[in-house]
């Protein structure tokens, strides 16, 4: 005879927050991982370049150089930190409602937020602190940038990635029956 289910019993989609905070700790280490090296590697450079000095040269392919940018990617929309920094508002905001509320529930398109969360908290501290963006990788032929740009670029690569390659071989196939 089988034993009829307790109505009281927690189904698995049912966990307390506690156990998806601890299953989800890799989300939060990720985007915590990301803004702590964004902001360590700003501060190494303010400290160890003067603004607009660059290592080795001006005129390699790949230098460091102390660069700062008002604006937002590409060197767009500068002079707008407060249009910036609400934007960067909205977008943390986005991203906590996709962890909290999941319509995203694959580890790999969790992992590409958690990359934008870092990222996007990394320039939000920036300009909300010096109203501008400290940036240091430049290649000769590309504006400069820096980690939080990076892990907001790959971010939103995977996903792009993702719906393109993966969950579109998911897709459902329609049936072989015919019906007619």
């Known amino acids: 005879m089988e034993t009829p289910a307790r109505l009281d019993a927690p ?7 506690g156990i998806r905070l601890r299953r989800d700790a890799w989300f939060f280490l990720i985007a915590a991982g990301v803004l702590a090296l964004d902001q360590i590697t ?3 450079i303010r400290a160890w370049l003067e603004p607009g000095e660059a290592w080795p040269d001006h005129d390699m392919f790949l230098n460091i150089v102390n660069v700062s940018n008002s604006g937002a990617a590409f060197g767009i929309l500068q002079g707008q930190t407060l249009f910036l ?3 960067s508002l909205v977008g943390v905001a986005a ?4 962890y909290v509320f999941p319509p995203l529930e694959h580890g790999l398109l969790r992992a590409a937020l958690a ?5 996007a908290a990394g320039n939000m ?3 909300v602190r010096s109203g501008e963006v400290t940036d240091f990788i430049n290649f ?4 400069a940038f820096n ?14 990635a993702f719906f393109l390659f993966i969950e579109s071989n998911r897709a459902p196939q329609p049936s072989d029956e015919t019906g007619g």
């Not at 000769?140 to 504006?143: A, D, K, N, Q």
Request: overall charge negative; aromatic content about 10%; glycine content about 6%.
């Open 11 to 17: 189904d698995a989609d049912d966990a307390p927050s």
């Open 42 to 44: 700003k501060a190494i």
């Open 85 to 87: 920094v609400i934007t």
């Open 95 to 98: 991203i906590a409602l996709y």
């Open 115 to 119: 990359l934008q969360l870092g990222g």
């Open 125 to 127: 501290i920036d300009r």
């Open 140 to 143: 000769s032929f590309w504006p």
């Open 147 to 160: 980690v939080a740009d990076s892990s907001i670029f790959i971010g939103v690569v995977t996903i792009i």
